[in-house]
């Protein structure tokens, strides 16, 4: 396995931006205290301590909703392993179709409660190289005007943004044809530029996972999608590897281009890569996987700025062993992460 593919798929899709910026308005997110603690009517989901997890909890995500109605159907302890999920702040995926008021919304909804949105952006033209999650934008141009909306609803709010899973790392390992390569270079590259551009928004630019290759084959390539400017890279997208592989393959990459620190996504790494069946799709909803450490920023290393979960756990890999399309939420995938995992 080398890249990540079926790395994720768009929130955006399932609501207009519209009604879901009307939600974050109503939903219990406090404007009035850093706590950011009141609860929305349905799961009764609160926002985690600022001072270790600074990132937003959507009381109205997909998990969140799973969660009320397990307790509306009277099943409580499933409602139990969810909220295991549902409680934790995770990626938000900005879909193609509205980027500036999705981006508006969720970051609206995250200053409202005293915290940062994370955001991920997955739109690079060819994207997943024909996989699971193929497609992205058509074309250079529209890639542009994509990440210019995305950073007009962000504004001056705070954000975190993941840039592109997988899209250098496949510039590398052969999987994106060579006559694509300049111009993915080049929008990586004016995508970091325009969102450090912002006033509160942090870059990350992905940079694979541990199980892929050697950092010696990617270090320049990241250097020429603009890491100089970001504000670090991450690691682990949408994978399983352990949290101390991460860390050490973070640090070997670290080291060869200036010291820059970065985040390990560790939604679904509780128990590690899955080792069994074909190797080239054992990355693709495994079984036997469980939730990882919780978001933080409190990390206890220097260089790895925070744990997140930019992989939306529930939601699909892609169709295979008997998952629905990529980014679909899969509840019994979902129930599965959380009762492997610790309370």
Not at 18 to 39: F, H, N, Q, R, Y
Not at 209 to 237: C, M, T, Y
Not at 298 to 319: C, I, M, Q
Request: hydrophobic share 30%.
């Amino acid at each position: 396995m080398y890249g990540n593919r079926g790395v994720g798929a768009f929130a955006g899709r399932r609501a207009s931006a519209v009604v879901l910026g009307a939600a974050l308005l109503i939903t219990g997110c406090s404007s009035s205290d850093d706590k950011g603690d009141e609860p929305d009517a349905g799961a009764g989901i609160t926002q985690q301590p600022k001072e270790s997890d600074p990132f937003w909890v959507n009381p109205d995500g997909t998990a969140a909703r799973q969660v009320a109605q397990l307790v509306e159907d009277g099943r409580k302890s499933e409602a139990d392993q969810i909220r295991k999920i549902a409680q934790q702040p995770v990626g938000e995926w900005i879909s193609p179709e509205n980027p500036e008021e999705q981006a508006r919304g969720f970051t609206e909804g995250a200053d409202k409660a005293g915290r940062t949105a994370l955001l991920v952006l997955y739109n690079i033209p060819h994207r997943d190289c024909g996989q699971y999650s193929q497609g992205g934008a058509a074309d250079g141009n529209a890639y542009r005007a994509f990440v210019d909306g995305v950073a007009k609803g962000i504004g001056d709010r705070p954000a975190t943004v993941i840039l592109e899973p997988d899209a250098v790392l496949h510039l590398v390992d052969g999987c994106t044809p060579g006559e694509f390569h300049e111009e993915r270079y080049d929008l990586l590259k004016g995508a970091v530029a325009k969102l450090k551009g912002l006033k509160n928004t942090k870059v990350y630019l992905d940079a694979g996972n541990a199980g892929w290759g050697n950092p010696d084959q990617i270090h320049e390539p990241l250097k020429r999608a603009g890491i100089d400017q970001a504000d670090g890279f991450s690691v682990n997208v949408s994978n399983f590897y352990s949290t101390e592989d991460s860390i050490a393959y973070g640090k070997q990459l670290s080291a060869k281009i200036g010291g820059k620190p970065f985040v390990i996504d560790t939604s679904r790494n509780g128990n590690g890569p899955y080792t069994e069946g074909a190797a080239d799709e054992r990355w693709c909803n495994p079984p036997g996987r469980a939730l990882g450490e919780t978001p933080t920023t409190k990390t206890s290393d220097p260089l790895v700025d925070a744990y997140l979960w930019v992989k939306r756990p529930g939601e699909s890999d892609g169709e295979c062993k008997g998952g629905p399309k990529a980014g679909e939420w899969w509840p019994e995938y979902a129930l599965k992460l959380a009762e492997g995992s610790t309370p």
